[in-house]
């Protein structure tokens, strides 16, 4: 039973640090170099394929995470035996997963749409959109691992 808990616990970490991190790479190293790029129409295109790609993973890594977490809560007894730091866990988690589909079936979809017909003003106003919704939920997403690690002490 211990090697199942601690492999979903693995999967789980995993699945978060693919997730968070890459977010946190995309807002604060590709955006800002990308953002150099002079001409709009080499700039939006660069960043439809590495959000692209990035949504791909992102989306094995939701999977991963939800599926782990909640393997793991009813491995240990369910919600009932659940501490609250797992609670508030998965309430945060749950945001991150409902703003990402919101993030690539919205504002990303109609940023690549725009991105396919040279409509750079389009794209460009959808990129933002998707700039400051992916800030939102890369900082959801430091406050889960902030629960994660020391909501259990302080709650």
């Known amino acids: 039973m211990r090697i199942l808990y601690t492999t979903l616990l693995f999967l789980h970490v995993l699945g978060v640090v693919i997730w968070v991190g890459g977010m946190f790479v995309l807002h604060f190293a590709v955006r800002p170099s990308v953002a150099r790029l002079q001409e709009a129409s080499m700039r939006l295109t660069l960043l439809s394929s590495i959000l692209g790609r990035f949504m791909s993973w992102a989306a094995m890594a939701v999977i991963v995470v939800l599926a782990s977490g909640l393997a793991m809560i009813f491995s240990s007894g369910g919600f009932r035996n659940a501490h609250l730091s797992v609670h508030l866990m998965l309430g945060v988690g749950l945001a991150m997963m409902a703003l990402y589909l919101h993030i690539r ?51």
């Open 105 to 155: 079936f919205g504002p990303f979809r109609r940023m690549r749409a725009a991105v396919v017909t040279s409509d750079w003003p389009v794209a460009a106003a959808n990129l933002e959109t998707v700039r400051k919704l992916v800030a939102l939920n890369l900082g959801l997403g430091v406050l889960t691992i902030a629960i994660a690690t020391i909501g259990r002490a302080l709650l």
